[in-house]
């Protein structure tokens, strides 16, 4: 079943084009630089009492119910614009909806290596606001909001003050602690490990490599080939489904 799934989204990806991601290869068809033609944010939408934290390994962000019985493990650079096409008009609501129901749980590791491409800072002070969000409870918010108001890929956009504007339309984000760790870049070193981490992942070390967006589910990395059912939600709600009712069956069928 898990590899029918996976089968049908590479069907999707054939007939839309290649769709890939940031990591250097190439974009999604019926775009321009990575970026969908309409793009609509969808907040996220999840109850107060979704639990937000950090990994054991200092560098992991969780958003969900630690019992859910599907974890996915999101790898992204909050400058890729092909992150916001999967986070705005991709899977990503499926996700977040899996999310808000405990059927999964949801893990980011994010990664900053378009600063070093695409030169500036953007990525860097995104991912330190973002940690800063989840101090205050509020990552899962904030991260839906700085997607849907990226800047141009090319554009170094994301500033301190852009990300405190930004920040305003969470409630309860913005105040003294928030916005200093904006502005001194609090968790610089959480930004150094979390790059780490997406390199020793595969992501940054090949510029063909896995890129962003990419997935794990339930540990089994989702290949590079299969990468079109990030952008289709019905097929990913399927598939997370499936693995959610037989996760034996996509633990042993795994490509």
């Not at 949801?106 to 695409?118: I, M």
Request: aromatic share 6%; proline share 7%; hydrophobic share 35%.
């Amino acid at each position: 079943m898990v590899r029918r799934v996976l089968a049908t989204a590479v069907a999707v990806a054939v007939a839309g084009g290649s769709l890939a991601g940031c990591g250097g290869r190439s974009r999604p068809a019926g775009t321009e630089s990575g970026r969908p033609d309409a793009a609509k944010a969808t907040p996220y939408a999840g109850p107060a009492d979704v639990p937000e934290r950090l990994g054991n390994d200092g560098t992991t962000i969780t958003v969900g119910d630690p019992a859910a019985p599907v974890t996915v493990h999101l790898y992204e650079d909050p400058r890729c614009p092909v992150c916001k096409e999967f986070e705005t008009t991709g899977a990503a609501p499926e996700l977040r909806a899996a999310t808000v129901r405990r059927e999964a749980k949801t893990q980011y590791t994010l990664a900053s290596f378009l600063d070093g491409r695409l030169g500036g800072q953007g990525s860097r002070k995104a991912v330190n606001a973002l940690r800063a969000a989840l101090d205050k409870g509020r990552f899962a918010e904030y991260h839906d909001v700085l997607y849907a108001n990226q800047p141009e890929e090319s554009v170094d956009g994301f500033t301190d003050s852009s990300l405190l504007q930004l920040a305003g339309r969470v409630p309860g984000l913005r105040g003294p602690d928030f916005d200093a760790a904006v502005k001194t870049m609090k968790y610089r070193s959480f930004v150094t490990e979390a790059e780490d981490a997406y390199e020793r992942a595969g992501g940054a070390q090949d510029p063909k490599g896995r890129g962003t967006p990419t997935a794990e589910i339930n540990d089994v990395p989702v290949p590079v080939r299969y990468n079109g059912l990030l952008f289709d939600k019905k097929i990913f709600g399927d598939m997370l489904r499936t693995i959610r009712d037989n996760p034996e069956a996509w633990q042993a069928g795994s490509p």
